[in-house]
């Protein structure tokens, strides 16, 4: 069966390419695994091209792909489930037809799934949260459901502050970077005078922006370290 499925609404364009860092949603990943018990959790976001990129993965066994690795979302169940066309909670893949038609069902193969869209405050999609073994397992229920989707809530916290981060950051990298391209600093050079004699005896050189008067040289200065381009501003 050839699956055609409709575009998800609000996948936010802006932060498709924004990486997703932080130790702290590898701890959530660890958490949730262990307290379900299952082998695989993974976070995951949707990125250009159609495609699905797996961001974070914890698992007690070896797998074939890592962080970074990518495959038409189209393949995955994390797509479907935010589309509606497959349940959040898969005890059985064989419960769904469906699911014989996904290669990851076979490929790993898939056993209990466990799975929630990630979705931003403002209800942007920006990804999944899972959890999954490679059996079957009866004994999951709504409620272990309800501890994935608790767990995804921390996930979706930490993943808005990075991307807040990654917004500041690329602000202040495209200001310094036209401040640069333009030529934009100037600097100045004021005398230094003696106390005793009022005579003057060397000069200062200052750094003088664009934006002078309504913030100190210190700022651009602070903001370029901040993102790792001090040594060049200087």
């Known amino acids: 069966m050839s699956v ?3 575009l998800a609404p609000a996948i936010a364009p802006g932060i498709a390419h924004e990486p997703m860092r932080g130790g702290s949603i590898d701890r959530i990943l660890n958490a949730v695994r262990t307290h379900l018990g299952t082998e695989i959790a993974f976070a995951s976001r949707y990125v250009e091209g ?3 990129e797996l961001t974070h993965i914890d698992a007690d066994i070896d797998l074939p792909m890592g962080p970074g690795f990518r495959d ?3 393949n995955s169940y994390c797509w479907h489930i935010a ?4 349940p959040e909670l898969i005890q059985d893949p064989a419960d769904f037809s469906f699911t014989q038609d996904i290669a990851i069902t076979h490929f790993l193969p898939v056993g209990c799934h466990l ?4 979705r931003l405050s403002d209800g942007t999609l920006y990804g ?3 959890c999954l073994s490679r059996t079957p397992d009866r ?3 709504e409620r272990d459901l309800g501890v994935l989707k608790a767990f995804a809530a921390l996930a979706v916290e930490q993943i808005e502050t990075n991307l807040d981060s990654e917004y500041r950051h690329s602000r202040i990298d495209a200001r310094i970077t036209k401040l640069v391209e333009e030529k934009g600093m100037q600097i100045v050079q004021q005398p230094i005078h003696a106390i005793k004699t009022g005579k003057p005896v060397g000069a200062e050189c200052l750094a003088r922006f664009p934006d002078s008067m309504m913030r100190g040289p210190d700022k651009w200065f602070d903001e370029a370290a901040e993102i790792g381009r001090g040594v060049e501003l200087e």
């Open 83 to 86: 589309e509606g066309r497959l």
């Open 139 to 141: 004994t999951m229920t």
């Open 50 to 52: 159609g495609e699905k």
């Open 115 to 118: 799975n929630t869209p990630l």
């Open 72 to 74: 038409p979302r189209e």
């Open 4 to 6: 055609q499925p409709s």
């Open 128 to 130: 999944s949260f899972c």
